[in-house]
């Protein structure tokens, strides 16, 4: 018989934390503290959105969803494909870019909410599923269809769901759950260095309990962006935790195989103390935090400064329309965060007629941008762009 109580989800924690897992807690904060060293601030928000936009595409193929990046920059602008899979898959990306930059801009300002509380959790659905579609909250449980609401726990027998092999508490306790595990992972009473060792178990148990009929896992990698950000290793939105869930270490079955792996009973009297395996969740753990960490050194690798100098120079290189001077002003931009159009001319080192017509090519490739008609520029990153300067970023598109 299935274990009903909230007692199902023991271990809550480690008991012991393994010398590997010790050492990726400290190389995972080192690492994050340097990745964006020497950026602007202003070029690492817009590098930041471009994350998102990552973040979002990785988010999608964990679903088993290809969704390419244009479509999703489509998506951001409103230009939406017509009724149907493709367009509900857009509305699904830009809503998970769109939270995370909420999610970015309330950590800048030290305002981000309990990110395990249930609060925060049930208006991250319903804020998430703002518009979608009625087609969209048509779920198919074990026993009937039933529309979704947003925002609310499965509460009634007809929201019974199962997952693969997995069998989720019944929809009546899940109230209970819910409440067991904000009390567990309240990271505001939790130091440092625990809080990360937290994250990768938060982010299993929520997935175990799987308190929504649908939509549990895309919360739950933006509860894990939130807890990173608490934890003080967001790195302002730099690197993202969908994509090295999405890629793994060696293979894209790794995510899910290790999820199943810790679903794991305990197994025998040296396998801790609870329901669960203590084994199978330390495993996972220092599965999670590998992920991340490679994760945070390859984008360490794409953002260097000395890297992205060289790269700007190829792009330029490549593109007819665009002058070899037109490299310096991407590469003030970089390090300046924008600057006025009025100084094209002392960058590049022309003269001012011939400096604001190579200031209005690079403009017009989309490299350069402002938010009004004759404001200063900063760096745009648009897809035509991404393999020139981010080689690798989307190797799956």
């Known amino acids: 018989m299935t274990l009903e109580t909230p007692t199902r989800l023991e271990p809550m924690r480690l008991s012991t934390v393994p010398e590997r897992t010790a050492g990726l807690i400290a190389e995972l904060s080192a690492s994050s503290a340097r990745l964006g060293y020497g950026l602007h601030a202003q070029s690492a928000e817009n590098l930041a959105d471009l994350v998102r936009v990552m973040n979002a595409y990785y988010t999608n193929l964990i679903e088993g969803h290809h969704t390419r990046p244009r479509d999703i920059e489509r998506a951001m602008s409103g230009d939406l494909d017509a009724e149907g899979p493709r367009r509900d898959l857009q509305l699904e990306a830009a809503a998970h870019v769109r939270l995370q930059a909420t999610l970015d801009k309330l950590a800048i300002n030290d305002a981000l909410p309990e990110p395990a509380s249930r609060d925060f959790l049930s208006q991250l659905h319903r804020d998430f599923y703002t518009d979608a579609p009625e087609s969209m ?128 009973p305990r197994q025998g009297d040296l396998d801790g103390r609870g329901n669960l395996s203590e084994k199978a969740l330390q495993e996972f753990t220092q599965w999670f935090l590998e992920v991340c960490l490679d994760q945070v050194e390859f984008m360490s690798g794409l953002f260097d400064l000395n890297r992205l100098d060289a790269r700007y120079e190829r792009l330029v290189a490549s593109h007819d329309s665009l002058k070899p001077e037109a490299s310096a002003l991407l590469k003030e931009a970089l390090r300046s965060g924008q600057f006025e159009r009025g100084q094209a001319s002392r960058i590049t080192g022309l003269p ?44 799956e598109a």
């Open 137 to 264: 909250l048509i779920i198919e449980g074990t026993s009937s269809t039933f529309l979704m609401t947003p925002g609310e726990w499965r509460s009634h027998a007809k929201h019974d769901v199962s997952v693969g092999r997995h069998v989720p508490p019944s929809s009546e306790v899940v109230e209970s759950f819910m409440q067991r595990f904000s009390d567990a992972y309240r990271l505001e009473t939790i130091k440092l260095g625990q809080r990360l060792m937290l994250i990768p178990v938060a982010h299993h148990r929520f997935n175990y309990i799987h308190p929504f009929p649908d939509g549990n896992g895309r919360v739950s990698r933006l509860m894990s962006h939130a807890m990173v950000q608490w934890a003080g290793v967001g790195a302002h939105g730099l690197w993202s935790v969908s994509r090295g869930l999405a890629r793994g270490l060696e293979s894209r079955t790794e995510y899910s195989r290790m999820m199943d792996h810790a679903d794991s």
């Open 352 to 395: 001012a007629r011939t400096a604001q017509r190579v200031l209005q090519d690079v403009i017009a490739e989309g490299f350069l941008a402002s938010t009004t008609p004759k404001g200063p520029v900063s760096l745009r990153f648009p897809s035509s762009t991404l393999e020139s300067l981010f080689p690798r970023l989307y190797s």
